[in-house]
């Protein structure tokens, strides 16, 4: 555990790397890390473009505004929240379910889950499903206590960001305590980018770059700075 908790001290942002070559074992355990993040209904909205290949990457570092991490990486990460994918993952999950001996119980309030998720993600003609939704849950709100399910597309965007992030931070951590650094970058052109990696607009959404490879002796750390606990703690 002092392992994990070394990672997350010694991870910074780093401006220039060396170049070495990331093993495609390395890039699986890394990946894996990432998408071991937990995630709302462990609906995993989100995809990761780990992008290696050098004029892929020389186009994508191109778009990260031409930034040193960018530009001296092995790897760029792309992380997208995909609002998209949830069909594919339930069903996905259910045929898990059923493969893996889970009581039959246990399979039918899943697909009961699943059938709610459908009302949550159709959005309608032009979002006029969302807005809909979003004022029957404001009205419900009144007099009943409940949460804000994320139903507009907005929403769901919001949703499918925070779940992304995690992975991001899993990532980043998982490279540090396996001998690489990272650089998280969110300057970019991301209509560009996402016209590069062929993705809609429509479900996805670039949530940040992750420059990703081994610290160059040219990098110099900054001293870490952070507010004093008490700015960004409450204990009550
Ligand atoms: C969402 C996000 C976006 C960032 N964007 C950039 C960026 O575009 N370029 C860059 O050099 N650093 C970027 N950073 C790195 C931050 O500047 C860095 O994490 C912060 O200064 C704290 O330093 P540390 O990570 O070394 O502790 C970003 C970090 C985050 C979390």
Redesign the pocket.
Known sequence: MSETLDAVFQ???I?VFETIEISPALRERILDAARAAPSSFNMQPYRLYWVESRTMRAAAARL?MG???AETASALVVAVADIGSWRPTAQGQLAWMRQSGFSAEKVAEFERKTKLAKWFFTQGWFGSLGVLKWVIFRLLHVWKTIGMPPISRQGLFKWAVKNTSLACENLMIAAEALGLNT??????DGRRLARLLGLSPKYHEI??VIAIGRKSARHQ??P?WRRPLEATVRIL
């Open positions: 991870r910074r942002a401006r990260c930034q040193m991490p650089c998280p970058m969110e300057g970019f949530v940040m750390d900054q870490r």
